[in-house]
């Protein structure tokens, strides 16, 4: 990361995400770093973050209607999703939730991009209306960043394709197979995406995609991933900048009340497990099957309903629940951290030294998991039939408890987290990138 000092000419910027608050709410410290930096931020994206983004000082802008939907019930706005798993449930998903509105996202970048100048576009890996404008050459659109709200999902030999969730194999062993892995996966198992996006870029972005899909970020003028190289894989081919920055969406000091219960937590043994901020209307998915887990241990189970309601059914002795709960305050106190693989809340674990349970199989989360296992900050869980029995994760549990090994590495993911920049080292990459002495880049 580059430490040059640039003068402070303001620059003109477009946000884009989709409306889904795993992809919003990192953008959303960004938009706030840059507004404090005095930049001029508008901030495309659904109707239901319209406070949160005008809350940052920069501009909201809606998403068309048909690119818009409420991700509180993403299985209600996109029933057809219910009962996939695994390659299936994200090869779906990429098309329908992320793909499908990618024409509407562009038309909206491009309305904007003729009311009003822009120095840089900065857009969410999953807003697939990047995909379509970086179809176009250079000289036709203005500078992108992706912006890396997900694992790293750039091609390399050194791993396999983004979705599979398998992890890097050393040697020239592991480069066959990744080349053959790409082979099939471009071909079978992503066709179907690859074959539409390409229609699309054609159609509506009047250009050609050539490279797959979901290794568009390729195309970018530079990649500000939102994480550290210890829980990246390494890549010896990379042919577009990538900028590590840390998380940049840690929770800060909780303002809540504090559950009744919140004593219980002193003197024991305390483990946090989430489904995440959307997947909470079944706590049999992951919150209930842990509690169960570990009833008969000393461990106590916290968990959280993402503010639905606490439910009024019976629930384990050992779980304590509610709506909302202080992170800042809770983290610190953890014995280990059950998740279904959400980017923030793996990397909010992280940066606490928390060794960490990961279970998810859909959209990133299972390239999430790989990754937990893989650094040594934990274990992954891969679902059957998208259920986890409980003595699986009691097995799990108890690996994490009493190996230090995993508590290790969290800590030394941890420090490399706390060493990074955050929201200001986006800064610095777009005062590089807009002419590495601050002036503007050519406007659209």
Known sequence: MSSTSYPATRLNLLLCATPMHGHVTPLLAVAGALVAARHDVRFLTGARYRAAVEATGARWVPLPADADYDDGDVDRAFPGRVGRHGVDGARWDLRHIFLDPAPSQ????????????VDIVLAESLFFGALLLLCRPPAQR????????????????????????????????GRARNALLSWTTDRLVFGGLQ???GVLAREVAGGELTTPAMNYPALADAIVQFTVPEFEYPRSDLTVPVHFVGPVSL??????????WWGDLDGRRVVHVTQGTVANSDLEDLVLPTARAL?????????????????????????????????????PRLDAFVTNGGYGGVHYALAHGVPILSTGDTE???????????????????????RIESNRIRTAVDRLLSDPAFRENARRIGTAIADAPGPAGVEDVLRDLAGRRGEPAPRF
């Open 364 to 386: 990133d989360k299972a390239e999430v998991s790989a990754r937990v296992a893989w650094s040594g900050a934990g274990l992954r869980l891969k679902p059957r039939k998208g």
């Open 251 to 260: 929770a800060t000091a909780s303002t809540a009340p504090l559950p009744e």
């Open 295 to 331: 009833v008969d241990s000393d461990v106590l189970v916290v968990a959280t309903t993402g503010g639905r309601a606490v439910p009024s059914a019976s629930l384990p002795p050992n779980l304590r629940i509610a709506p909302y709960l202080p992170y800042d305050l809770l983290f």
């Open 106 to 117: 562009l038309r909206a970048v491009d309305v904007l991009l003729a009311e009003r100048p």
């Open 142 to 173: 203005p500078p992108v960043v992706n912006l890396g709200i997900v694992p790293l999902g750039l091609r390399s030999r050194d791993t396999a394709p983004f979705a599979l969730g398998i992890p890097p194999m050393p040697g020239p062993l």
């Open 195 to 197: 074959r539409e996006a």
